[in-house]
């Protein structure tokens, strides 16, 4: 996820498509990392989620 300006973002996909294969660019500055944030917040609540139905299935 990268936020900044479309031609600053082409200009060093090359370099950021050697650390990953999903590349998304979110938009202009701090646009990837509010979307980082998001998908973090989404794992956080599926992984409470998973952690409360294992407590369930325990007691």
Known sequence: M???QEN???AIEPI???MGKN??????????LSA???NNLLLA??????SEA???GIK
């Open 8 to 10: 600053d973002f082409k």
């Open 23 to 32: 590349i998304v660019h979110a938009g202009t500055n701090g646009s990837g």
């Open 36 to 38: 980082k944030i998001c």
């Open 16 to 18: 950021l498509s050697k």
């Open 45 to 50: 609540i599926s992984m409470i989620g998973t």
């Open 54 to 56: 294992m407590n369930l």
């Open 2 to 4: 990268v936020g900044g």
